[in-house]
Protein backbone atom coordinates (compact mmCIF):
# COMPACT_ATOMS: atom_id res chain seq x y z
CA UNK A 1 0.00 0.00 0.00
CA UNK A 2 2.15 3.07 -1.34
CA UNK A 3 -0.74 5.34 0.29
CA UNK A 4 -0.67 8.94 -1.53
CA UNK A 5 1.53 9.20 -4.23
CA UNK A 6 3.00 12.97 -5.73
CA UNK A 7 5.63 13.66 -8.93
CA UNK A 8 7.75 15.38 -9.32
CA UNK A 9 9.13 15.77 -6.05
CA UNK A 10 10.55 19.14 -7.75
CA UNK A 11 10.07 21.07 -10.36
CA UNK A 12 11.48 24.50 -11.62
CA UNK A 13 9.53 26.28 -14.16
CA UNK A 14 9.96 29.26 -16.52
CA UNK A 15 7.27 32.02 -15.79
CA UNK A 16 4.34 31.12 -18.92
CA UNK A 17 5.12 27.15 -19.05
CA UNK A 18 2.35 25.18 -18.04
CA UNK A 19 3.12 21.44 -16.49
CA UNK A 20 0.77 19.04 -14.22
CA UNK A 21 1.11 17.63 -11.18
CA UNK A 22 0.31 14.38 -10.57
CA UNK A 23 -1.08 12.62 -7.59
CA UNK A 24 -1.97 8.66 -7.19
CA UNK A 25 -3.92 6.90 -4.11
CA UNK A 26 -4.69 3.39 -3.22
CA UNK A 27 -6.68 3.28 -0.44
CA UNK A 28 -9.94 3.44 -2.87
CA UNK A 29 -10.58 7.10 -0.96
CA UNK A 30 -13.60 9.18 -2.90
CA UNK A 31 -12.34 12.11 -1.44
CA UNK A 32 -9.09 14.08 -2.62
CA UNK A 33 -7.70 17.67 -2.00
CA UNK A 34 -4.53 19.85 -3.73
CA UNK A 35 -3.64 22.20 -1.08
CA UNK A 36 -0.05 24.70 -1.38
CA UNK A 37 1.79 25.60 1.20
CA UNK A 38 3.70 28.82 1.93
CA UNK A 39 6.11 29.63 4.22
CA UNK A 40 4.00 31.25 7.41
CA UNK A 41 0.63 30.94 5.01
CA UNK A 42 -0.42 27.59 6.38
CA UNK A 43 -2.19 25.37 4.32
CA UNK A 44 -4.86 26.76 1.79
CA UNK A 45 -7.14 24.56 -0.61
CA UNK A 46 -6.28 25.01 -3.90
CA UNK A 47 -9.44 22.40 -5.52
CA UNK A 48 -11.00 19.08 -3.91
CA UNK A 49 -12.81 16.28 -5.54
CA UNK A 50 -15.92 13.83 -3.63
CA UNK A 51 -16.02 11.33 -6.46
CA UNK A 52 -14.72 10.55 -10.33
CA UNK A 53 -16.15 13.33 -12.28
CA UNK A 54 -16.80 15.83 -9.45
CA UNK A 55 -14.37 18.89 -8.65
CA UNK A 56 -15.10 21.91 -7.07
CA UNK A 57 -12.97 25.32 -5.78
CA UNK A 58 -11.17 25.47 -2.30
CA UNK A 59 -10.25 28.61 -1.10
CA UNK A 60 -7.82 29.44 -4.05
CA UNK A 61 -8.18 28.36 -7.33
CA UNK A 62 -7.06 31.08 -9.75
CA UNK A 63 -4.42 30.17 -12.15
CA UNK A 64 -5.25 25.82 -11.60
CA UNK A 65 -7.09 23.64 -13.17
CA UNK A 66 -8.36 20.50 -12.16
CA UNK A 67 -9.87 16.62 -13.46
CA UNK A 68 -11.14 13.28 -11.56
CA UNK A 69 -11.20 10.87 -14.35
CA UNK A 70 -10.83 8.12 -12.05
CA UNK A 71 -11.02 7.46 -8.14
CA UNK A 72 -7.17 6.68 -7.92
CA UNK A 73 -6.20 9.78 -9.81
CA UNK A 74 -6.31 14.08 -9.26
CA UNK A 75 -3.64 15.96 -11.23
CA UNK A 76 -3.36 19.56 -10.85
CA UNK A 77 -2.85 21.42 -13.63
CA UNK A 78 -0.72 25.11 -14.02
CA UNK A 79 -1.29 26.38 -17.80
CA UNK A 80 0.13 29.77 -17.44
CA UNK A 81 2.81 29.67 -14.33
CA UNK A 82 3.54 32.62 -12.14
CA UNK A 83 6.64 33.47 -9.50
CA UNK A 84 2.98 33.73 -7.48
CA UNK A 85 2.64 29.72 -8.12
CA UNK A 86 6.03 28.74 -6.46
CA UNK A 87 4.74 26.61 -3.31
CA UNK A 88 4.85 23.74 -2.15
CA UNK A 89 2.07 21.40 -3.42
CA UNK A 90 0.57 18.52 -0.76
CA UNK A 91 -2.25 16.36 -2.71
CA UNK A 92 -4.60 14.58 0.47
CA UNK A 93 -6.88 11.73 0.22
CA UNK A 94 -9.81 10.65 2.52
CA UNK A 95 -12.77 8.38 2.87
CA UNK A 96 -15.42 9.66 4.51
CA UNK A 97 -17.92 7.56 6.72
CA UNK A 98 -20.77 8.88 8.29
CA UNK A 99 -20.35 9.50 12.01
CA UNK A 100 -16.71 9.81 12.09
CA UNK A 101 -13.92 11.94 11.56
CA UNK A 102 -12.68 12.49 8.12
CA UNK A 103 -8.45 11.59 8.16
CA UNK A 104 -7.00 13.23 5.43
CA UNK A 105 -3.72 10.96 4.17
CA UNK A 106 -0.89 13.44 2.56
CA UNK A 107 1.35 12.61 0.17
CA UNK A 108 4.74 14.05 0.00
CA UNK A 109 4.39 17.03 -1.61
CA UNK A 110 5.85 18.78 -5.12
CA UNK A 111 8.72 21.70 -4.86
CA UNK A 112 7.76 24.20 -7.42
CA UNK A 113 9.90 27.06 -8.08
CA UNK A 114 8.55 29.28 -10.49
CA UNK A 115 11.29 32.13 -12.07
CA UNK B 1 -9.71 38.03 10.56
CA UNK B 2 -8.57 34.24 9.88
CA UNK B 3 -10.34 31.43 10.44
CA UNK B 4 -7.32 29.84 12.25
CA UNK B 5 -4.51 31.24 13.80
CA UNK B 6 -2.04 29.73 15.47
CA UNK B 7 1.82 31.03 17.39
CA UNK B 8 4.66 30.61 14.34
CA UNK B 9 7.19 30.19 16.82
CA UNK B 10 9.50 29.11 16.57
CA UNK B 11 9.53 26.83 20.38
CA UNK B 12 12.80 25.44 21.62
CA UNK B 13 13.03 23.86 24.07
CA UNK B 14 14.90 21.50 26.53
CA UNK B 15 14.28 17.50 26.12
CA UNK B 16 12.00 16.24 28.65
CA UNK B 17 10.14 19.91 28.97
CA UNK B 18 6.18 19.93 28.61
CA UNK B 19 5.77 21.43 25.69
CA UNK B 20 2.46 23.69 24.84
CA UNK B 21 0.95 24.32 21.47
CA UNK B 22 -2.13 26.63 20.83
CA UNK B 23 -4.98 27.76 18.26
CA UNK B 24 -7.60 30.31 18.08
CA UNK B 25 -10.33 29.84 15.89
CA UNK B 26 -13.32 31.78 15.16
CA UNK B 27 -15.92 29.86 13.72
CA UNK B 28 -18.74 28.38 15.70
CA UNK B 29 -19.29 25.62 12.92
CA UNK B 30 -16.07 23.59 13.42
CA UNK B 31 -16.74 20.10 14.01
CA UNK B 32 -13.49 18.37 14.56
CA UNK B 33 -10.21 19.78 15.92
CA UNK B 34 -7.47 18.03 14.78
CA UNK B 35 -3.40 18.28 15.07
CA UNK B 36 -1.23 17.50 12.46
CA UNK B 37 2.68 16.63 12.86
CA UNK B 38 4.99 17.86 9.60
CA UNK B 39 8.58 16.77 10.00
CA UNK B 40 10.87 18.85 7.31
CA UNK B 41 10.35 18.05 3.65
CA UNK B 42 7.30 15.65 4.16
CA UNK B 43 3.54 15.59 4.01
CA UNK B 44 1.48 16.55 7.30
CA UNK B 45 0.15 13.15 9.24
CA UNK B 46 -2.62 13.13 11.74
CA UNK B 47 -1.47 13.05 15.18
CA UNK B 48 -4.75 13.46 17.33
CA UNK B 49 -8.05 15.09 17.19
CA UNK B 50 -11.04 15.62 18.99
CA UNK B 51 -14.78 17.07 18.43
CA UNK B 52 -15.71 17.90 21.59
CA UNK B 53 -14.44 20.09 24.68
CA UNK B 54 -13.03 18.84 27.08
CA UNK B 55 -8.99 16.75 27.28
CA UNK B 56 -7.93 13.75 24.97
CA UNK B 57 -5.13 11.68 26.14
CA UNK B 58 -3.13 9.54 23.90
CA UNK B 59 0.63 8.60 25.37
CA UNK B 60 2.73 11.84 25.74
CA UNK B 61 0.29 13.95 24.02
CA UNK B 62 -3.08 16.07 25.19
CA UNK B 63 -5.42 17.89 22.93
CA UNK B 64 -7.25 20.12 25.09
CA UNK B 65 -10.71 22.04 23.06
CA UNK B 66 -12.37 24.73 24.93
CA UNK B 67 -15.12 25.67 22.59
CA UNK B 68 -16.75 28.62 24.42
CA UNK B 69 -13.20 30.48 24.62
CA UNK B 70 -12.83 29.01 20.58
CA UNK B 71 -8.98 27.50 22.08
CA UNK B 72 -7.27 24.81 21.28
CA UNK B 73 -4.42 23.36 22.49
CA UNK B 74 -1.93 20.69 22.40
CA UNK B 75 0.58 19.62 25.29
CA UNK B 76 3.39 17.27 25.07
CA UNK B 77 4.69 15.60 28.29
CA UNK B 78 8.82 14.51 28.73
CA UNK B 79 9.29 16.10 24.86
CA UNK B 80 12.16 13.97 22.99
CA UNK B 81 14.42 15.34 20.48
CA UNK B 82 12.07 13.21 17.50
CA UNK B 83 9.22 15.42 18.64
CA UNK B 84 10.77 18.24 16.73
CA UNK B 85 8.95 19.40 13.78
CA UNK B 86 6.03 21.70 12.58
CA UNK B 87 2.96 20.92 14.68
CA UNK B 88 -0.43 22.09 12.77
CA UNK B 89 -3.99 22.56 14.26
CA UNK B 90 -6.46 21.84 11.34
CA UNK B 91 -10.45 22.42 12.15
CA UNK B 92 -13.02 20.96 10.28
CA UNK B 93 -16.39 21.51 8.91
CA UNK B 94 -18.54 20.23 5.96
CA UNK B 95 -16.26 19.20 3.35
CA UNK B 96 -13.60 21.30 4.26
CA UNK B 97 -10.17 21.95 6.06
CA UNK B 98 -8.79 25.51 7.89
CA UNK B 99 -5.19 24.66 8.84
CA UNK B 100 -3.29 27.15 10.99
CA UNK B 101 0.38 28.42 10.14
CA UNK B 102 2.08 25.29 11.94
CA UNK B 103 4.31 25.98 14.98
CA UNK B 104 8.13 25.00 14.16
CA UNK B 105 8.84 23.32 17.47
CA UNK B 106 12.80 21.95 18.33
CA UNK B 107 13.33 19.81 21.10
CA UNK B 108 17.17 20.44 22.21
CA UNK B 109 19.41 17.18 23.37
Sequence with gaps: NAGVTQTPKFRILKIGQSMTLQCTQDMNH????????????????????VGAGITDKGEVPNGYNVSRSTTEDFPLRLELAAPSQTSVYFCASSLPTSGNLDEQFFGPGTRLTVL | QKEVEQDPG???VPEGAIVSLNCTYSNSAFQYFMWYRQYSRKGPELLMYTY??????????????DKSSKYISLFIRDSQPSDSATYLC?????????????????VIP
Excluded: C, H
Design chain 2, 52 to 65: SSGNKEDGRFTAQV
Design chain 2, 10 to 12: PLS
Design chain 1, 30 to 49: NYMYWYRQDPGMGLKLIYYS
Design chain 2, 90 to 106: AMVTGNQFYFGTGTSLT
